[in-house]
């Protein structure tokens, strides 16, 4: 098992680390015990004046964490500014609004025969977070900032391409003023999450990664009746009608199937185009596709860098040259590229169907799969047809079909004319294989609560007594 920054525009390996021993965790998984008996006791307000610190830091040194995980990830540099950016909002939004979302819930005492009835969101202790390299600040922001707002704590056992990126966020809780121990990396291989999880001290755990990966923290987590919030892989539609504005719907699929790198999992994948506009939107989506340019990840006129992995650039190939094998027409891109590093160029793929591997398999790079339908019916149809419910595009001026598709598209989200994203004012998640759970809202700060009862009486004798009913 191997611990290492690796530069994917080269193929170099930059920095190795050991892997921590058990006893090293043992002790890390004590500190963040020890750290939550702290963290639970403080109040909004000083966790949200340490989280703001966190978002002040990563404010200050966007540039030089973008170029970090530029390097061990490959995105462009553009992008992980970005990210960078988009981690340091979250923090201040969850500073901002986690003491509305978690303040206590009056429940009408009347009718409980009560003085006073409520319910109170409590955090229960040190979580897992098991989280991917494609976006490796993001995905674990939107756990962390709701998470320790909510007082509880984390421990991060991070994708081991990106150890850098995780001895960042590391320090940067601790920098920011939050006990020690209320955030840790973890620099240990897959092999180490089950006894983790298996830790009495450890309370639950999310993931976001594949599917295989899902079910594995699931079993583990369920065998102690552990709490897991799970984010897993999606083969999201983006379903084009014929009242689309067909020229921006093309430009937003561009970024949609290539945002880094073509490795998210909400980056629209399956291209569903209604017949009568099948032709027009396939003509600029291929000339849009086309003309991106493939280069230096840190160069700032660079759309797509290389894929992260060797291993992911040689699946994609192995993805579409199965669909090639059996009758798929390649309308772009296509071809490795040439070199060290891993890369593999914006791609078009028609005239998709069974047994072909791209119909119902994730593919996680830049590779549109592009889908020809004649009614709205059939794109539905096509479009929940998979395994997978993420998240989902729907292109369509009619108010109608907007409705419908908000209401038909089987999906964690969708976005109705605009490219699917996260933001931390909206649930997060997925149906199907794809997950369950949510992250961010209100809705993601609760997962990791004990949502507890409070029933208060009077407390003096009324004759009938108390508790004459019970369950």
């Known amino acids: 098992m191997s611990i290492a920054t690796t530069n994917p525009a080269t193929g170099q390996v930059l920095k190795t680390f050991d892997p921590m021993t058990s006893e090293q965790v043992d002790a890390a998984i004590g500190r963040a015990a020890a ?45 992980a500014k970005a990210e960078v950016t988009k981690c340091a909002d979250a923090a201040r939004f969850y500073a901002a609004h986690a003491e509305a979302y978690l303040a206590d819930e009056p429940a009408d005492a009347a009718q409980v025969g009560a003085v006073k009835a409520y319910a109170r969101y409590r955090p229960i202790g040190p979580v897992l977070a098991v989280m991917p390299w494609n976006f490796p600040l993001w995905q674990v922001m939107r756990f962390a900032a709701p998470a320790l707002m909510a007082g509880n704590v984390g421990l991060l056992k991070h994708a081991s391409n990106v150890p850098q990126t995780a001895l960042f966020l590391d320090e940067l809780f601790r920098r920011a003023g939050f006990p020690a121990g209320a955030f840790q990396a973890l620099l240990v291989g897959s092999d180490a999450v089950e006894p983790i999880l298996d830790d009495p001290r450890v309370r639950a755990a999310t993931l976001t990664g594949s599917e295989p990966a899902g079910r594995a923290i699931a079993a583990a987590a369920g065998r102690q009746i552990k709490k897991t919030v799970l984010e897993l892989g999606g083969s999201d539609p983006f379903v084009v009608m014929p009242s689309a504005d067909i020229a921006l719907a093309a430009q937003v699929a561009t970024t949609a199937r290539c945002q880094n790198n073509g490795q998210s999992c909400i980056a629209a994948k399956r291209f569903i185009v209604h017949a009568d506009v099948y032709d027009a939107f396939c003509d600029e989506f291929v000339a849009r596709m086309s003309a991106l340019k493939v280069g230096d990840p840190m160069a700032a006129d660079t759309d797509v860098g290389p894929l992260a992995t060797d291993r992911g650039r040689d699946s994609v190939e192995e993805q579409v040259a199965d669909a090639v094998a059996k009758g ?140 004459a009913h019970s369950e």
Request: hydrophobic residues 40%; charged residues 20%; contains cysteine.
């Open 328 to 467: 798929a027409r390649v309308l772009c891109g296509g071809q490795r590229g040439e070199g060290g590093g891993w890369w593999y160029p914006p791609t078009v793929v028609a005239d998709l169907r069974p047994p072909m591997r791209m119909w119902a398999e994730e593919v996680f790079g830049p590779v549109a799969g592009l889908f020809r339908v004649t009614s709205y019916d059939e794109a539905v149809e096509l479009a929940n047809g998979t395994s997978y419910g993420l998240g989902a595009n729907a292109w369509t001026t009619d108010a109608g079909e907007q409705e419908r598709f908000a209401e038909d598209l089987d999906a964690g989200s969708v976005f109705v004319n605009g490219m699917t994203t996260s933001y931390p004012q909206l649930p997060f998640g997925g149906v199907k294989n794809s997950g369950y759970g949510r992250e961010l809202s209100a809705h993601g700060i609760r997962e990791f609560c004990n949502v507890k009862t409070v029933w208060v009486g009077e407390g003096k004798s009324a004759g009938a007594g108390a508790g």
């Open 35 to 79: 750290a939550f008996d702290t963290l639970r006791r403080t109040s909004f307000g000083q966790r949200a004046r340490w989280l703001t610190a966190a978002a002040d830091l990563l404010d200050a040194e966007r540039d030089q964490v973008a170029r970090l995980m530029t390097t061990e990830m490959g995105k462009t540099l553009a992008a």
